[in-house]
């Protein structure tokens, strides 16, 4: 972006610097004609500052020459043109926004086209544009400087970029290799949600990702150096890879070292919900700590399924889980028959009961009352035997005798003889 203020300043360092000096040569040079004998024409004295201009020219062509090349030797530079942006940087300031560099997602993108890579590697001056999802920790001389969040950053002389740090929230899925207590192989899957600290406040549009910048600080001078035989991708551990692989991997071994295989893998089925539990929450806790140290919060933890490694081994504990299940649902099928059994049984006692009584009843009645009472008694018969006639499980426990003895109830002659 232009910057009005920035040239006129730029400009005028380059004045300050170029004016006096070739002020200083032709005012030399002019004397020099004015105290010869005789006094030189104009011609000479065109001549005269000619000769004095280009050799001090050629000096300063020659000096800076010699500083590009050897700011080229000492931070390993392909071209020329990036060292004399660096050294007219130094010497006069910036005249617009550039060199800049953007951080994005975690990471430095240098612009293409651009002189910005020197600025990576050397420093300032120069400018960091930094994204809302990420943020810097600056370093100068070998000194960490200052920590800064989303937004812009002028970086000094020779201050630059010592790492940055994503803001947003990190996801580790990953099998966690182990032994059992009896010292079989297992492997649990693991699920890990976490993030830098927040500074307390609640996200916005502005913020999407608030942070709090001591705790930017804290994951970026939190790394580990590991063995030097490893590769050198991986001899840096950050503060992403203490929490997965210190933390997570380290603890949950442990956990699982304390547990018999029987109770592990009877986490898997869901059935044995209160050690899956423990094993959770005690990972969880230890999580919690391990991530407070290096400036970042857990946010999920979950585990997966924990299976042995060994596939022999895996083949015989789903045939032993299978006839167990098989055996749970024979068990809980010859329950439920067991119950409609008792339950049939009484209803049917009950309604064997029911019908002796109304048998009775009804010959108490054959001897004291009258034609047209007994017709109505049997209506209710009939309507009493369309009923059970309705229940299956009635008419499954029903004994043959009770239901001959009712129909034989409801077709007894009326007194007299007579057929209704």
């Known amino acids: 972006m232009f910057n009005p203020r920035k040239v006129l300043r730029f400009w005028s360092r380059i004045l300050l610097l170029l004016l006096p000096l070739y002020t200083s040569i032709v005012v030399l040079a002019f004397l020099a004609t004015r105290l010869k004998a005789p006094p030189a024409t104009g011609r000479q004295l065109g001549l005269m500052l000619a000769g004095s201009l280009v050799p001090a020219t050629l000096a300063l062509a020659g000096g800076l020459l010699l500083a590009i090349s050897y700011l080229q030797a ?11 942006g660096h050294l007219v940087h130094c010497l006069f300031g910036l005249a617009s926004f550039k060199p800049w560099i953007r951080v994005e997602e975690g990471k430095i993108g240098v612009p293409p086209k651009d002189l910005s890579s020197f600025i990576v590697r050397v420093g300032g001056p120069g400018n960091v544009i930094v994204r809302k999802d990420s943020a810097v920790v600056l370093e100068k001389a070998g000194y960490l400087t200052r920590t800064a969040g989303p937004g812009f950053a002028n970086l000094e002389l020779f201050e630059r970029v010592y790492d940055t740090v994503d803001l947003r929230p990190r996801r580790w899925q990953h099998p966690v290799a182990g032994l059992s207590k009896e010292g079989i192989p297992v492997t649990c899957e693991t699920d890990i949600e976490f993030q830098i600290q927040d500074d307390g406040k609640p996200p916005s549009s502005e913020r999407p990702f608030p942070v709090d910048l001591d705790a930017v600080f804290a994951a970026v001078t939190s790394q580990w150096i590991r063995e030097q035989d490893r590769p050198e991708d991986d001899q840096v551990l950050d503060w992403k890879g203490r929490i997965v ?6 603890t949950l071994r442990f956990i699982l070292a304390r547990y018999p295989l029987d109770r592990l893998i009877a986490l898997t089925t869901g059935g044995h919900g209160h050690s899956r539990q423990d094993i959770r929450k005690e990972l969880a806790d230890e999580l919690h700590r391990g991530a407070a140290g290096v400036g970042a919060k857990i946010l999920k933890v979950e585990l997966g399924e924990i299976r042995v490694q060994d596939e022999v081994t895996q083949q ?23 119950s409609v059994e008792i339950v049939g049984n009484a209803n049917s006692e009950a309604l064997v009961a029911r019908i002796s009584n109304t048998v009775n009843f009804l010959h108490e009645l054959r001897q004291k009352r009258e034609e047209d009472f007994i017709t109505g008694t ?34 007894l002659p009326p007194p007299g003889g007579a057929q209704p």
């Open 74 to 84: 000492l931070y390993g530079l392909g071209g020329k043109r990036e060292a004399l």
């Open 245 to 250: 692989v210190s933390t997570a991997e380290g």
């Open 378 to 411: 049997k209506l209710q018969l009939n309507l009493a035997l369309r009923n059970i006639g309705s229940d299956s499980i009635a008419l499954t426990y029903m004994p043959a005798e009770a239901m001959k003895l009712l129909r034989d109830a409801v077709n």
């Open 316 to 338: 015989w504990i789903e045939a032993w889980r299978t006839a167990w299940e098989h055996w749970g649902l024979e068990y809980l099928g010859a329950s439920e028959a067991h």
